[in-house]
């Protein structure tokens, strides 16, 4: 990830990679990690930015999506990966391989925030003061921190909390218990109240493709907004709070008019986006839009992956909801044959068309982190949840307007519920959000039930035999042989 205010030519001293060890597998750490290599403002800025660079991990290129979009009703595994069909199926192992990487990757990404936070406090070079800027180094690192923890706690519940680096491989100091689901949700609020604290601006000046790219007061104040909304304990008092603090914030945050710009690839760090990726293409691109996008655009005729599923489709038809759908989703002749589509090899299928560039695994097509839609219509929830229904319409059919679909209006409470649940699937999709949409209204295992796939091979439903304990995913077999405080969650081997 590259920042304009940034030196990342000496990105090589992080702490940790962003490979797929353990964080609990620790080695001891290198002279190039140690105390005394952290003495200079650059030492400080280029720790920070091995830190963002955790968002070109794996999980954050598309198995986030996968643990979300093709978990839920959105879509299908497409491709050939039999982990992946087994996320799709509701039937994942402890020893599904995805999950080790992506405990792994989110648990790296984290090690490097808390290197930073331990070691930018005692750097005596004064010019890491200047404008503030050690706060703001701070902040940020909170921030990702946070960020991070957030992902992790709505993919397993309780995990540990690990706040400072360590150097040793001692069982004693590296095997750290699991933390409540409630304990992980209060150190997200807490990293963020700290980044919020005096210490983030709301912009780091007029250059879109920083302010895009850095955590923002913005950035923070969104988080919090869908901590608040997401946590067991909800609190849609404080969703409102935040929501409206990223509504009017001095940055200047503004629904697109065009929903199509979003995704079009020319269009980036726009006035709508609170915080994305910069994949910026040569070694720092997305490989993600070649495993998804159709021949003609991918330029191969593997089978690709992420397919949209026929409810989904329907959905959008059901809807009137022309300009998402073809903003979201692309069919095409597929030189395979598809067991939901079209058993004919040449027939016509849906491809996930949020990215629509492929360019040989190095696209510079990118995934939005936070953007103010997603806070809008969470705003939108939250009003409900309290009772204020008509300012709640307000909010959807602001979204729904952008997209020309007619207002819609009710009195009823649990009607305007689903009907902003729906408005959300429609806007986020492609964007990992379902899966978590879903466990917070309490409708995943409804959903998927009901939820009617025909698989063309058999002329029978699909059974996703869902059940309230796969909420959440089982924690990696690798994690649990490793450190005997963990408990496996409930209901998995």
Known sequence: MKFKILNTSIVAMIVLSSSCDSFLDLDPISDATSTNAYNTASD?????????????????????????????????????????????????????????????????????????????????????????????????????????????VNLWGGVPIILTPTSSTNPEVTNVPRSSVEEVYNQIIEDLTFAIDDRLPYTYGSDASVNKARATRGAALALLAKVYAQKPNRDYAKVVEYADAVINSPAGYSLLNDFSHLFDGNHYNNAESIMEVQFVG???????PQLLLPPSISGDTWRKFVTPSRDLVNAFDEEGDIIRKNASILFESAPWADEFWSLQVNGNVPFAYKWKEANGWASTNRQYLLRLADIILLKAEALNE???????????????????????TTNNNDELKLLIE????????????????????????????????????????????????????????????????????????
């Open 282 to 288: 040569g070694p720092e691109a997305n490989f993600g």
């Open 422 to 493: 729906k408005e959300r699937r429609l806007e986020l999709v492609q964007e990992a959000q379902r899966w978590m949409d879903l466990k917070r209204y309490g409708r995943a295992v409804e959903v998927m039930n009901n939820l009617v796939e025909i698989d063309l091979r058999t002329n029978q439903p699909k059974d996703f035999n869902m059940a309230e304990h796969k909420l959440i995913l089982p924690i990696p077999q690798q994690e649990m042989n490793r450190n005997p405080q963990l408990n496996q969650n409930p209901g998995y081997n």
């Open 44 to 152: 400080a800025e280029a720790a920070l930015v091995g830190v963002y660079d955790s968002f070109q991990a794996e999980y954050y290129i598309w198995d986030n999506i996968i643990f979300s979009d093709v978990m839920s009703d959105n879509h299908y595994a497409g491709g050939d990966n039999p982990e992946i069909f087994a996320i799709d199926n509701l039937d994942i192992e402890p020893v599904n391989g995805r999950l080790f990487n992506n405990w792994s990757q989110l648990f790296n990404a984290i090690f490097k925030a808390n290197v930073v936070l331990d070691k930018v406090p005692m750097i005596e070079d004064p010019r890491i003061d200047l404008g503030n800027r050690r706060a703001q180094i701070l902040g940020e690192a909170a921030f990702l921190r946070a960020y991070h923890y957030f992902q992790l």
């Open 386 to 408: 309290l009772g204020r229904t008509q300012e709640a319409l307000t909010e959807l059919n602001m979204i729904r307007s952008r997209v020309n679909l007619p207002a819609v």
